[in-house]
């Protein structure tokens, strides 16, 4: 292989392991040694050049991977309103004050209209943390849309990672809303917490498909209202219908965020579900199952990513496009022309 | 190019625009006569192997392309309740009144659970349309998700051409829900009817990020209940924000599709607008943007499905996987050098 095109590749390849690398090693190791030492500002910038696909995203998160695998990343998934943000946060307390370093990371897919004023909430919330637990125990970090959704779940897990290896032991992942979208987000987390209101009644069942499947732990939130019983029925029938050959009956716990009730409680049963991860491999099963998802994506990325390197670029899409728009061009032709012409021939049989 | 391994991977290569074919070719072409004679059971066989993507279905969608273009591609979406069903329906029978022949394509990218009942009442009344405008005037087929949401615009633009090459004068495209997965499969279509309800009032501002970009005519549906005004004033309100560069401001309309109120004025809403984007190469630009987003997941598609053939099979990912998850290999270190394996090098500098 030319090293020079190696290494324009993939420039953190023979440092990712070592510190004995020349001058870009260098840079990369002073880096990470900043974002281990606790340097907030170090951490920010790096999750801004992962989020944004900068050039030197996958130097840093090569960089950054040798220091995670420890860390346990949680999902905290359910309908809007069902107040979620507080729940991670009591959550965040509650592990801040049992001495472990928290990262969260919210995710919203959905509008601008919503994004600020959850932003705001939530960096006057990290400013009190911060205050009470100094810089290295806490980081919140927001995030919207990035291109096409897929692409937003691999950018969470990427600024997952990245906080992973600044040090935290706990990553809580927060989606804003439950469709498909935060689906996806949450099944890269080690564990899923579903979160529930009472009033949602028969709603349980039109909750879109696969957000049932992917709940570790239940937690009904808001469960001084009333319709908690009915929505703990709701969840009990519809498991007994689903959960027949699951080694693992996700547990059904009931909050009130707002006052903390439930919440020692609730971190037990997370902590319950950390050790049951931990036995047989199941936890390595299961990061292996998240990989081999990312996996697919990095390389759809990088496939593409790759095509435009060598002159497919956008002005060239646009071309095939009219082209094709006026009916000059066959699209299944072409694409089959263009993969031919992009992918080395290795079986020719 | 080596011959064998071009009609390999294109069948039709040569045959997409004549008759001249061999063997295969004449295959082709008895299926695409027949398909376009109004032979249903044909249409609904060709549609399963495009949604399936059989091996076949590169081959049949390149048939089928010649016979396109000259369709109208209606995109119907909403939150769901909005009586979108009962709205397209009333729609397919009035363009089936005027003489023009329909295809309905329904997208349900949400639960089974729903799927079922959508299925049966639709298929209800397929049978009442069937009979009394013949085979070949309607045809209506639901979808529900294949693979990834990005997969399900996808095939669902597949299934809409497949619909067109058999004779249809408009494709109504309805999704049931209005989220992202949605949005990507209306804007596949040449015009998008965004129907909204009383009673929504706030909650137009709560509809996730692009919805209300993409609508060409709102439609305020059950508008005989009491708050129509209201929503009217809210789109309204929005448009004001938003659409102060376009050159289309969306009408909104009013039906009650329950009674049949207002379709009327709705299709005569529809005729100006196809009018308006025939003015000025309009919708030819439309639909090459649509083919350019379209291009892009066809290439990511067949770069990952030569990749497979390449050997890069699920066995060998979830190998990666398990290393990558044990920490003992860096994925983008890896993800890097597949590509470089997968690609030919046309850039070495």
């Given at each position: 292989?030319?090293a020079s ?7 953190m390849?023979s ?15 002073i880096f990470i ?5 606790g340097d907030?500002?170090?951490?920010a910038?790096?999750?801004t050049?992962v989020?944004?696909e ?19 990343r949680?999902g905290?998934?359910?309908a809007?309103?069902a107040g979620k943000?507080t ?5 965040a ?8 370093r928290?990262g ?10 919503t ?17 009470s637990h100094g810089d290295?125990g806490?980081?919140f ?33 927060e ?17 899923v ?8 009644g ?20 808001k469960?001084?209202r ?11 029938a519809?498991?007994?219908l ?23 409680a609730l ?27 990312r ?5 759809r990325?990088?496939?593409?990513r790759?095509?435009?390197?060598n002159?497919?670029g ?6 095939y496009a ?6 000059r061009?066959d699209?299944w032709?072409?694409?089959s ?7 080395t ?5």
């Amino acid at each position: 292989m030319d090293a020079s095109r190696r290494s324009r590749l993939c420039p953190m390849e023979s440092n990712a392991y070592s510190t004995a690398g020349g001058q870009e090693g260098g840079k990369w190791d002073i880096f990470i040694r900043r974002l281990r030492h606790g340097d907030t500002r170090v951490l920010a910038r790096a999750i801004t050049l992962v989020e944004n696909e900068a050039p030197e995203a996958a130097a840093i998160l090569s960089a950054c991977f040798p220091h995670t695998g420890a860390a346990l990343r949680i999902g905290v998934t359910g309908a809007p309103g069902a107040g979620k943000s507080t729940l991670v946060d009591r959550l965040a307390r509650h592990f801040l004050d049992s001495g472990q370093r928290v990262g969260v990371v919210a995710v919203d897919p959905t509008s601008p209209f919503t994004g600020g004023a959850i932003l705001g909430d939530r960096i006057r919330f990290q400013e009190r943390l911060s205050g009470s637990h100094g810089d290295a125990g806490f980081y919140f970090r927001s995030m919207a849309t990035r291109g096409s959704l897929g692409g937003l779940a691999l950018a969470t897990a990427d600024v997952a990672l990245v906080l992973e290896a600044s040090g935290k032991d706990i990553i809580l992942i927060e989606t804003v809303g439950v469709g498909q979208d935060e689906v996806e987000i949450a099944r890269l987390a080690d564990m899923v917490l579903l979160v529930l209101v009472p009033g949602m009644g028969d709603d349980v069942q039109s909750l879109k498909a696969g957000v049932m499947e992917i709940a570790d732990l239940f937690v009904i939130n808001k469960s001084d209202r009333e319709g908690a019983d009915r929505v703990e029925q709701e969840i009990r029938a519809l498991q007994s219908l689903a959960q027949k050959h699951a080694a693992w009956t996700p547990p059904i716990l009931r909050t009130t965020a707002t006052t903390g009730e439930g919440i020692e409680a609730l971190a037990a049963a997370v902590s319950k579900m950390q050790r049951w991860l931990g036995e047989d491999g199941r936890l390595a099963q299961r990061r292996a199952q998240h990989w081999n998802r990312r996996l697919h994506a990095m390389l759809r990325t990088e496939l593409m990513r790759s095509a435009r390197r060598n002159g497919l670029g956008e002005n060239q899409f646009s071309d095939y496009a009219r082209s094709i728009a006026a009916g000059r061009q066959d699209p299944w032709q072409l694409i089959s022309q263009l993969a031919q012409q992009l992918l080395t021939p290795r079986d020719p049989a």
